[in-house]
Each structure stands twice: as C-alpha cells, then as structure tokens.
C-alpha cells in the first residue's frame, strides 16, 4: 500500500461511514402505525363510574334530580375466584347510575351474602337512587 492509497482510503472512510449511518437510520423513518385492542368507547365506559359523586352516609346539599334506583352486584361465580365485594358493588351501582344520565349516587343498602347460590360462592348488592346534580361551569 503506497501512502497515497492509504490517504485515499482514510478520505474515504468516513463519508463510507455516514453514508452506511445515513442508510441505517432512514430505514426507521418511515410510517408506522400502532395498533391496540382498546378504543376510546371502551376505555371511556370503564372510567365511567369516577364521573358519579358517591352519597353513603350523608345527603347531598342542594337540589338533585332523581334519576331513578340502580342497583350493583358483585359475584364470585367459582371458588378459586376472587370473593365478591361490596366496593365492586358500589362500583357496578355507580356504572348503572352512570348510563341514566345520573352524576351522583345516594347508596341505600349494601348485603354481603356469603351463602352458595347456583349461580355465585358469595355475592355483594348494592341499592340506590341515581341521581342528577347541578353542575357548575369551570
């Protein structure tokens, strides 16, 4: 190798190297689309019941709407499952009220009940009135 093919080649390389860097990161540009199996309904729906002011041991002040009773179950169908609870109860009351239209709910009751049915190892209700408060405008 005389010294000017090892000039050359030392002129070269780098713009090698930049154009083998330029090649490499324009192949990750490019349109790439990202696909999920949540929507915005669903997604939408499930927070629902965090739009629902809860009323248990007190009333709400104010004039409300009665939107009508709901109720929520929570039902633990096998043994192996997780126990039925009053607070996923409280949650499904809260969704039902949701989908009157309601933004507040006064729970009247809740049962834990522990005996076997056919259809659950233990089950939680919940019982209420759906409600519609007046909202103020921020």
Same mark, same amino acid.
């Given at each position: 190798m005389t010294n000017s093919d090892l000039t050359t080649a030392?002129? *070269?390389? %780098? &713009?090698?190297?930049?154009?083998?860097?330029?090649?490499l990161l324009g192949g990750c540009a490019g349109e790439y689309t990202f696909n999920s199996n949540l929507d915005g309904q669903a997604i939408d729906d499930y927070f629902k019941a965090g739009d629902v002011q809860l009323?248990?041991? *007190?009333? %709400? &002040?104010?004039?409300?709407e009665l939107k009508g009773m709901v109720e929520g179950e929570s039902c633990q169908e096998r043994a192996q499952d997780v126990p039925a609870s009053i607070g996923e109860a409280r949650t499904m009351?809260?969704?039902?009220?949701?989908?009157?239209?309601?933004?507040?709910?006064?729970?009247?009751?809740?049962?834990?009940?522990?005996?076997?049915?056919?259809?659950c190892v233990s089950q939680a209700l919940c019982v209420g009135q759906a409600i519609l408060l007046p909202t103020t405008e921020k």
């Open positions: 030392l002129k *070269t390389a %780098p &713009k090698s190297v930049l154009l083998l860097s330029a090649l009323f248990q041991e *007190t009333q %709400p &002040k104010g004039p409300y009351a809260r969704r039902a009220a949701a989908d009157k239209g309601a933004n507040g709910l006064i729970i009247k009751r809740c049962a834990l009940i522990e005996e076997p049915s056919k259809a």
